[in-house]
């Protein structure tokens, strides 16, 4: 069977597909637009769709549109009712679910050949389950979801027995964890559906001084859900913009916030496993993105396994709309890395250097020259095979670094033009984890937080948080051989079994995923190599 899922009704529109029960190709219409996000999550866009990410998809299989067997659209306007009526301010939304109805006539006309009547609606927050629920290694599992909104409820919770998902609690509008952390998000100053990941990192730096009132206001209510009470923000922090400073009642404020946010998503999970008795724990929807969270639930939650979906976000309801109407006849295959998008081959690589008329080296060991240049401090711009889905970078499209040096976290800030504040992560090998991070191991897409050994703490400041942790990905010598081998190279070096990760970009850009984008922030960046492949390109040869 050959399934084509799509979102694209609010933001982070994508395509994936899935043949014969297969992961084949997963990507983010962001990736080709390079427009960061693909869309501002407004009605007045629900109407454009990923299809340079869908035509993609299609090649990377050699299919034609008429070839498909379904098409999955990861929203259900059938489920839409008028938002007023249940306390949510959008005048434009009745916009938004009108092209949803027509998005089977778009799809056609994007792609001569689709039979419109092959294109299925798949609730939105079941598309987020099964790319969480299907697509991790346990076949029976307790599935939570949480985000935004999708058609009229920001919550599910569910038991995948086999292919089959059984939903115990949805929590209706406009009661929603992850509209009141967006709303925090505006009223800090950032970008709403966007930057929310900054708000969990500032919340590092403050204390929970307010958490007795968000007890009052954001609570379970014993039955699978949750009530959000309306918030006077300024009560609390005064409102920020956009480049200021921020002040350390905003970070109380966001730590006050988030460690409520942790409280409730464990009180959720804890009454799905006294639903469920499931031992395993799989997760989607955007506020499963954030990895404190995460690790809150992994460690004080009653389940003995935690599988969260890389891409949390909207980006994965087009898997988990692929995966859900593949199950219908058959258990799909478990994802097993997030590398799902494009590749470029040796030959391509050495040719678009040519073109570019780039000196470059391609030498026989090529760990050894890289761990060398990160030993001696360099930043390096890294390169290789299938780009990342989701919005974490695993090796793939990474800048690395020497996590020995503090002013490395504040250097690679400056490169990616970010505020300080924020941290940066670190690879290490499985093998080598559990001496230094205490946490949920192994940890491959870096969605937990992990304690740094105080011993460690010093010798890797650049990737320790304030609050001395560090968001890791660990590296499975089988999976990742050239990573693996470059971090033996620079421990061999240096005596730390560590590198700094942070994702291949500058503010507000979405991750390098093509060669010319490669190249592109290398010409505009003072990282000292690119790693293109096999290739490497000096700075210093490449622009004298």
Same mark, same amino acid.
């Given at each position: %069977? ?8 609010f ?7 899935v043949?014969d ?6 990507a ?18 629900a109407?454009?769709?990923p299809e340079q ?19 999955? =659209?990861?929203?259900?306007?059938s ?10 301010? #959008?005048p ?15 799809l ?14 798949v ?14 290694? =346990? ?17 599910l919770?569910?038991l995948?027995?086999?292919?089959e ?12 964890l ?19 990941y ?37 009560a609390? @922090? ?5 480049g ?11 730590c006050?916030v ?25 997760m ?14 992994a460690?004080?939650?009653p =389940?003995e396994h ?8 909207d980006?994965?309801?087009?898997l ?14 478990? %994802? ?7 590749e470029?081959? #040796? ?12 000196p470059?080296e391609?030498?026989? #060991?090529?760990? @050894?020259?890289?761990?060398?240049a ?15 889905y ?9 800048l690395?670094?020497?996590?020995g ?6 250097r ?5 033009g970010?505020e ?19 946490g ?29 942790t560090?968001?890791?990905?660990t590296? #499975? ?5 050239l ?6 190279? *620079?421990e ?8 700094v ?20 922030? *290398? ?15 000096r ?6």
């Amino acid at each position: %069977m050959r399934v084509l899922g799509v979102n694209a009704i609010f933001h982070d529109p994508s395509a994936a597909l899935v043949v014969d029960g297969r992961i084949v190709a997963a990507a983010e219409e962001e990736r080709f637009s390079r427009r960061k996000h693909g869309k501002r999550p407004v009605p007045w866009s629900a109407w454009e769709l990923p299809e340079q990410a869908i035509r993609w998809c299609l090649a990377e299989a050699g299919l034609q549109p008429s070839e498909l067997d379904a098409v999955g =659209y990861s929203f259900d306007p059938s489920l839409c009712v008028d938002l007023s009526g249940l306390g949510v301010t #959008d005048p434009g939304d009745q916009v938004r679910v009108d092209y949803a109805w027509r998005a089977p006539r778009f799809l056609a006309a994007a792609l001569p050949g689709l039979d419109p009547e092959k294109v299925v609606f798949v609730p939105h927050h079941v598309a987020h389950a099964a790319s969480a629920g299907l697509a991790a290694p =346990y076949e029976r599992n307790a599935c939570l979801v949480l985000d935004g909104r999708g058609e009229r409820a920001s919550h599910l919770a569910g038991l995948y027995d086999g292919n089959e998902l059984k939903v115990l609690a949805a929590q209706e509008l406009p009661h929603s964890l992850g509209l009141l952390y967006e709303d925090l998000t505006e009223h800090l100053g950032f970008l709403r559906s966007s930057d929310e990941y900054k708000v969990m990192a500032l919340a590092s730096y403050g204390k929970p001084r307010h958490l007795a009132d968000f007890r009052e206001l954001v609570r379970t209510t014993g039955d699978g859900g949750f009530v959000t009470e309306s918030v006077d923000w300024a009560a609390f @922090a005064a409102a920020g913009r956009s480049g200021e400073e921020l002040s350390g009642a905003q970070a109380d404020l966001a730590c006050s916030v988030q460690r409520r946010l942790e409280e409730v998503l464990l009180e959720l999970a804890r009454w799905l496993h006294e639903q469920t008795g499931a031992k395993a724990l799989t997760m989607a929807g955007g506020t499963a993105l954030n990895c404190v969270a995460n690790s809150v639930i992994a460690q004080h939650g009653p =389940y003995e396994h935690l599988w969260v979906q890389p891409a949390a976000g909207d980006a994965g309801t087009s898997l988990g709309a692929a995966l859900q109407l593949s199950a219908v006849t058959e258990r799909p295959q478990p %994802m097993t890395t997030a590398a799902l998008g494009r590749e470029w081959s #040796d030959e391509e690589l050495t040719a678009r250097l040519r073109q570019a008329a780039l000196p470059f080296e391609t030498p026989p #060991d090529l760990a @050894a020259v890289v761990g060398q240049a990160l030993a001696d401090n360099e930043i390096v711009a890294w390169y290789q095979g299938r780009s990342e889905y989701g919005p974490r970078a695993l090796g793939h499209r990474s800048l690395l670094a020497h996590p020995g040096h503090r002013q490395n976290l504040e250097r690679l800030n400056d490169i990616k033009g970010r505020e300080q504040f924020r941290p940066v992560a670190p690879l290490v090998l499985v093998e080598k984890a559990a001496e230094i991070f205490a946490g949920p191991l192994p940890s491959p897409y870096m969605l937990f937080v992990h304690d740094v050994a105080p011993a460690w703490q010093e010798r890797i400041p650049a990737v320790v948080h304030v609050d001395g942790t560090a968001r890791i990905q660990t590296v #499975d010598r089988a999976d990742e051989p050239l990573l693996a081998s470059l971090l033996d190279e *620079f421990e061999a070096r240096t005596g730390l079994p560590v590198l700094v990760n942070t994702s291949l970009n500058t503010a507000g850009r979405p991750m390098v995923d093509s060669p010319s984008d490669a190249l592109e922030l *290398f010409g505009s960046t003072p990282a000292g190599l690119l790693v293109l492949g096999p290739h490497v390109i000096r700075r210093q040869a490449a622009f004298r």
